[in-house]
């Protein structure tokens, strides 16, 4: 069993950066595929990025590429989204999950672990 909890989500202006952690309780938490995800008001939960168990692979949506930054460090039992260049459409909360299948994982429901989600939002 893996328990994440996310943490580092709030109020900023378009242009800003944030930074994201996912900590994780639990065993094994590098044995997991770790990935974020999204959902902004009135729309589905969306892929974000994926990383892989070891940190050294990472796979982003179009819309963030460039822009945001998934970093792991297995020895803190955390997962980073590292967030520049925001835009008032990256509202949303954020969810961090954790998976048991092979990198990378980009569907929702290969996920069998969640947090709770972090409020997002960017605005002037």
């Known amino acids: 069993q893996v328990q994440l909890v996310e943490s580092g989500g709030g109020l900023v202006q378009p242009g800003a950066s944030l930074r994201l952690s996912c900590t994780a309780s639990g065993r094994a938490f590098s044995a997991y595929v770790m990935g974020w995800f999204r959902r902004a008001p009135g729309k589905e939960r969306e892929f974000v990025g994926t990383?892989?168990?070891?940190?050294?692979?990472?796979y982003y949506v179009d819309s963030v590429k460039g822009r945001f930054t998934i970093s792991r460090d297995n020895a803190k039992n955390t997962v980073y989204l590292q967030m520049n260049s925001l835009k008032t459409e990256d509202t949303a909360v954020y969810y961090c999950a954790g998976s048991g299948r092979n990198y990378p994982v980009l569907r929702r429901e290969r996920y069998g672990y969640w947090g709770q989600g972090t409020q997002v939002t960017v605005s002037s």
């Open positions: 990383i892989s168990e070891n940190g050294r692979l990472t």
